[in-house]
């Protein structure tokens, strides 16, 4: 089974800062990538898929790139309503792997 | 608008049975891998399985494989989840998605989830 390895675990940063989220797959999964974003009490909502393809209404602050086993994730100006826990997916074969989530908070 | 709202969930003691259910509407069911995704309070996202939209191929986590059983009726347009055996561990907020395309895909409609507890 592919494992997804996110880090860092948590962060906080100040509004405004550029904040970058890794996830490693441990076997190739070509772009077969998502992130998600889920506020708190709130259901997760796609941000990207095919790991850089922004899902339609995300703000253009989110950007994703990557490929084979390491990718990203970008929030180039964070803001106040982007706290929350992020999660890559692995969704090129099943089990279809999550991350273990990045929880963004804000300084 | 595209909506799924999922039921079935509840108490439940260990050894025992629920049968989950996701009531789609505002597309066309049919066309779409479903899957069910699960979430463990205060914990993160737990992928559990997957089924194509013709309903010939499922997928199972390995925590859930022989014990949970994926359905879909595309005359209905409702995708069900059998829980048998059930333990404390499988204790969760359930999530029904949808594929965000028709075939192998990340999930862009989710609902809002049904909450299972297993407890003696």
């Known amino acids: 089974d592919i494992q997804m390895t996110q880090s860092p675990s948590s962060l906080s940063a100040s509004v405004g800062d550029r904040v970058t989220i890794t996830c490693r797959a441990s076997?190739?999964?070509?772009?077969?990538l998502a992130w998600y974003q889920q506020k708190p009490g709130k259901v997760p909502k796609l941000l990207i898929y095919?790991?850089?393809t922004l899902q339609s209404g995300v703000p253009s602050r989110f950007s994703g790139s990557g490929s084979g086993t390491g990718f990203t994730l970008t929030i180039s100006s964070l803001q106040p309503e982007d706290v929350a826990t992020y999660y890559c997916?692995?969704?090129?074969?099943?089990?279809?792997?999550f991350g273990g989530g990045t929880k963004v908070q804000i300084k | 608008e595209v909506h799924l709202v999922e039921s079935g969930g509840g108490f439940v003691q260990p050894g025992g049975s629920l049968r989950l259910s996701c009531a789609a509407s505002?597309?066309?069911?049919?066309?779409?891998?479903m899957g069910w995704v699960r979430q463990a309070p205060g914990k993160g996202l737990e992928w559990v399985s997957d089924i194509s939209g013709s309903g010939d191929a499922t997928y199972y986590a390995d925590s859930v494989k022989g014990r949970f059983t994926i359905s879909r009726d595309n005359s209905k347009d409702t995708l069900n989840l059998q829980m048998n055996s059930l333990r404390a561990e499988d204790t969760a907020l359930y999530y029904c998605?949808?594929?965000?395309?028709?075939?192998?895909?990340?999930?862009?409609?989710w609902g809002q989830g049904t909450v299972v507890t297993v407890s003696s």
């Open positions: 076997q190739g999964i070509s772009n077969y």
């Open positions: 095919a790991a850089s």
């Open positions: 997916q692995n969704y090129n074969r099943a089990p279809l792997t």
């Open positions: 505002g597309f066309t069911f049919s066309s779409y891998t």
């Open positions: 998605a949808k594929a965000h395309q028709p075939i192998g895909s990340a999930y862009d409609i």
